[in-house]
Protein backbone atom coordinates (compact mmCIF):
# COMPACT_ATOMS: atom_id res chain seq x y z
CA UNK A 1 0.00 0.00 0.00
CA UNK A 2 1.27 3.55 -1.23
CA UNK A 3 2.14 5.51 2.00
CA UNK A 4 -0.19 8.20 2.96
CA UNK A 5 -2.97 9.88 5.71
CA UNK A 6 -5.12 7.44 4.94
CA UNK A 7 -8.76 8.86 6.43
CA UNK A 8 -11.63 6.67 4.58
CA UNK A 9 -12.21 3.65 2.28
CA UNK A 10 -15.33 2.51 0.00
CA UNK A 11 -16.50 -0.81 -1.54
CA UNK A 12 -18.02 -0.71 -5.50
CA UNK A 13 -18.99 -3.85 -7.27
CA UNK A 14 -15.81 -4.74 -8.16
CA UNK A 15 -13.03 -2.95 -5.93
CA UNK A 16 -12.10 -1.31 -2.75
CA UNK A 17 -10.65 2.36 -2.95
CA UNK A 18 -8.77 4.24 0.02
CA UNK A 19 -7.65 7.84 -0.11
CA UNK A 20 -6.09 10.31 1.99
CA UNK A 21 -5.68 13.79 2.98
CA UNK A 22 -2.02 14.23 1.85
CA UNK A 23 -3.61 13.16 -2.35
CA UNK A 24 -3.85 9.68 -3.18
CA UNK A 25 -6.33 7.79 -4.41
CA UNK A 26 -5.84 3.77 -4.49
CA UNK A 27 -7.78 0.68 -5.83
CA UNK A 28 -7.87 -2.59 -5.39
CA UNK A 29 -9.68 -5.95 -6.18
CA UNK A 30 -8.82 -8.30 -3.15
CA UNK A 31 -8.08 -5.62 -0.16
CA UNK A 32 -4.30 -7.26 -0.71
CA UNK A 33 -2.50 -5.54 -4.11
CA UNK A 34 -3.44 -2.12 -4.18
CA UNK A 35 -2.85 0.53 -7.52
CA UNK A 36 -2.19 3.94 -7.08
CA UNK A 37 -4.62 6.06 -9.67
CA UNK A 38 -4.26 9.27 -7.74
CA UNK A 39 -2.05 11.08 -11.35
CA UNK A 40 -6.00 10.17 -13.30
CA UNK A 41 -8.22 11.85 -10.01
CA UNK A 42 -6.10 15.34 -9.48
CA UNK A 43 -4.77 16.96 -6.85
CA UNK A 44 -6.60 18.02 -3.53
CA UNK A 45 -7.31 17.18 -0.11
CA UNK A 46 -9.22 14.27 0.26
CA UNK A 47 -11.75 13.66 3.11
CA UNK A 48 -14.00 10.88 1.99
CA UNK A 49 -14.64 8.15 -0.88
CA UNK A 50 -18.29 6.83 -1.46
CA UNK A 51 -19.36 3.83 -4.09
CA UNK A 52 -22.05 1.63 -5.31
CA UNK A 53 -22.24 -0.86 -8.30
CA UNK A 54 -19.29 1.03 -10.54
CA UNK A 55 -19.97 4.61 -9.66
CA UNK A 56 -17.27 6.16 -7.26
CA UNK A 57 -17.12 9.85 -5.88
CA UNK A 58 -13.81 11.15 -4.07
CA UNK A 59 -14.42 14.39 -1.61
CA UNK A 60 -12.55 17.00 -0.53
CA UNK A 61 -12.25 20.00 2.04
CA UNK A 62 -12.12 22.24 -1.12
CA UNK A 63 -15.49 21.87 -2.17
CA UNK A 64 -14.17 19.72 -5.39
CA UNK A 65 -16.08 16.21 -5.99
CA UNK A 66 -14.46 14.01 -8.16
CA UNK A 67 -16.98 11.85 -9.81
CA UNK A 68 -16.03 8.15 -11.88
CA UNK A 69 -18.59 6.05 -13.75
CA UNK A 70 -16.03 3.44 -14.54
CA UNK A 71 -14.74 2.12 -11.59
CA UNK A 72 -12.45 4.79 -10.67
CA UNK A 73 -10.47 4.09 -14.28
CA UNK A 74 -11.54 7.96 -15.73
CA UNK A 75 -12.91 10.74 -13.37
CA UNK A 76 -14.71 13.76 -13.73
CA UNK A 77 -14.53 16.96 -11.14
CA UNK A 78 -16.65 19.84 -10.02
CA UNK A 79 -16.43 22.24 -7.97
CA UNK A 80 -20.10 22.16 -6.04
CA UNK A 81 -19.40 24.94 -2.86
CA UNK A 82 -17.06 27.64 -3.03
CA UNK A 83 -13.69 27.17 -0.51
CA UNK A 84 -12.96 29.94 1.77
CA UNK A 85 -9.54 28.52 2.53
CA UNK A 86 -9.88 27.58 6.52
CA UNK A 87 -12.92 25.57 6.74
CA UNK A 88 -13.49 22.11 5.06
CA UNK A 89 -16.38 21.96 2.55
CA UNK A 90 -16.84 18.49 2.88
CA UNK A 91 -15.36 16.25 5.25
CA UNK A 92 -17.67 12.75 4.73
CA UNK A 93 -19.19 10.40 1.69
CA UNK A 94 -21.41 7.79 1.44
CA UNK A 95 -23.39 5.58 -1.42
CA UNK A 96 -26.53 3.56 -1.87
CA UNK A 97 -29.82 3.37 -2.96
CA UNK A 98 -28.59 4.45 -6.32
CA UNK A 99 -27.57 7.88 -4.80
CA UNK A 100 -24.89 9.66 -3.08
CA UNK A 101 -25.03 11.85 0.33
CA UNK A 102 -21.46 13.91 1.03
CA UNK A 103 -21.56 16.32 4.21
CA UNK A 104 -19.67 18.48 6.51
CA UNK A 105 -18.87 18.68 10.46
CA UNK A 106 -21.28 21.01 10.72
CA UNK A 107 -23.64 18.55 9.14
CA UNK A 108 -25.10 20.67 5.80
CA UNK A 109 -25.92 17.91 3.39
CA UNK A 110 -25.52 17.41 -0.41
CA UNK A 111 -26.93 14.64 -2.70
CA UNK A 112 -26.80 13.37 -5.94
CA UNK A 113 -29.57 11.03 -7.71
CA UNK A 114 -27.65 10.82 -10.99
CA UNK A 115 -24.64 8.72 -10.11
CA UNK A 116 -22.40 12.07 -9.12
CA UNK A 117 -23.10 14.27 -12.13
CA UNK A 118 -25.39 17.27 -10.41
CA UNK A 119 -25.57 17.83 -6.75
CA UNK A 120 -28.07 19.84 -4.60
CA UNK A 121 -27.88 20.62 -1.32
CA UNK A 122 -30.01 19.20 0.95
CA UNK A 123 -31.00 18.76 4.78
CA UNK A 124 -28.65 19.69 7.66
CA UNK A 125 -28.48 16.72 9.97
CA UNK A 126 -29.43 17.56 13.05
CA UNK A 127 -30.61 21.19 12.42
CA UNK A 128 -27.33 22.94 13.62
CA UNK A 129 -26.70 21.49 16.96
CA UNK A 130 -24.64 18.88 15.70
CA UNK A 131 -21.17 17.87 14.69
CA UNK A 132 -21.07 14.82 12.21
CA UNK A 133 -18.25 12.07 13.13
CA UNK A 134 -19.15 9.57 10.87
CA UNK A 135 -21.75 8.93 7.52
CA UNK A 136 -21.95 5.38 6.11
CA UNK A 137 -24.30 3.46 4.25
CA UNK A 138 -25.51 0.10 5.24
CA UNK A 139 -28.34 -2.07 5.14
CA UNK A 140 -30.55 0.25 3.27
CA UNK A 141 -29.67 2.92 5.04
CA UNK A 142 -27.57 6.29 5.84
CA UNK A 143 -25.79 6.68 9.44
CA UNK A 144 -24.87 9.74 10.64
CA UNK A 145 -23.15 9.70 13.90
CA UNK A 146 -23.03 13.12 15.70
CA UNK A 147 -22.06 15.11 18.83
CA UNK A 148 -22.83 18.41 20.35
CA UNK A 149 -21.70 21.05 18.13
CA UNK A 150 -19.51 23.93 20.18
CA UNK A 151 -21.00 26.43 17.71
CA UNK A 152 -24.91 26.14 19.26
CA UNK A 153 -25.58 27.35 22.61
CA UNK A 154 -27.57 24.39 23.20
CA UNK A 155 -26.07 21.24 24.91
CA UNK A 156 -27.46 17.93 23.48
CA UNK A 157 -26.56 14.49 23.77
CA UNK A 158 -24.53 12.21 21.12
CA UNK A 159 -26.94 10.67 18.51
CA UNK A 160 -27.15 9.09 15.62
CA UNK A 161 -29.28 10.10 12.22
CA UNK A 162 -30.73 7.70 10.15
CA UNK A 163 -32.80 7.45 6.97
CA UNK A 164 -33.67 5.23 3.99
CA UNK A 165 -33.54 7.98 1.21
CA UNK A 166 -33.31 6.73 -1.93
CA UNK A 167 -33.12 7.62 -5.73
CA UNK A 168 -35.99 7.75 -6.16
CA UNK A 169 -37.39 9.18 -2.93
CA UNK A 170 -35.38 12.15 -4.06
CA UNK A 171 -35.42 12.82 -7.50
CA UNK A 172 -38.93 14.76 -7.09
CA UNK A 173 -37.19 17.56 -5.32
CA UNK A 174 -38.32 15.65 -2.00
CA UNK A 175 -35.19 16.45 0.10
CA UNK A 176 -33.77 13.91 2.60
CA UNK A 177 -35.52 13.54 5.90
CA UNK A 178 -33.35 12.24 8.76
CA UNK A 179 -35.05 10.08 11.87
CA UNK A 180 -32.73 10.93 15.39
CA UNK A 181 -32.41 7.97 17.76
CA UNK A 182 -32.54 7.14 21.07
CA UNK A 183 -28.70 8.57 23.11
CA UNK A 184 -26.35 6.43 23.11
CA UNK A 185 -24.33 5.04 26.15
CA UNK A 186 -21.38 6.64 25.59
CA UNK A 187 -20.10 10.55 25.22
CA UNK A 188 -17.36 10.23 22.75
CA UNK A 189 -17.85 10.81 19.11
CA UNK A 190 -18.69 7.36 17.55
CA UNK A 191 -17.74 5.63 14.19
CA UNK A 192 -20.20 3.07 12.57
CA UNK A 193 -19.32 -0.08 10.48
CA UNK A 194 -21.71 -2.28 8.86
CA UNK A 195 -21.78 -5.99 8.37
CA UNK A 196 -24.03 -9.32 7.78
CA UNK A 197 -27.35 -6.88 9.18
CA UNK A 198 -25.33 -5.28 12.16
CA UNK A 199 -24.50 -1.88 12.91
CA UNK A 200 -21.46 -1.65 14.73
CA UNK A 201 -20.62 1.78 16.68
CA UNK A 202 -17.59 2.48 18.21
CA UNK A 203 -15.78 5.40 19.71
CA UNK A 204 -11.28 5.98 19.70
CA UNK A 205 -11.23 4.96 23.20
CA UNK A 206 -12.74 2.21 22.61
Do not use: C
Amino acid sequence: VPSAQYVDTARSSNWFFAVSSDGKVIRSQDGATWQDISGTVGIDVFRGVAAYDTSVIVVSETGVIYTSNNDGTSWTSAQIVPYDGSTPVFTQAAGGNGMFLVTNQAGETWESADDGATWRQSTNIGANKYTVSDLIYGGGKFVAAVQDSPADDSTVPNKFFVTTATRASIQDSALTRWQESATPPHVRPYYVAYSQRVYVAITRAG
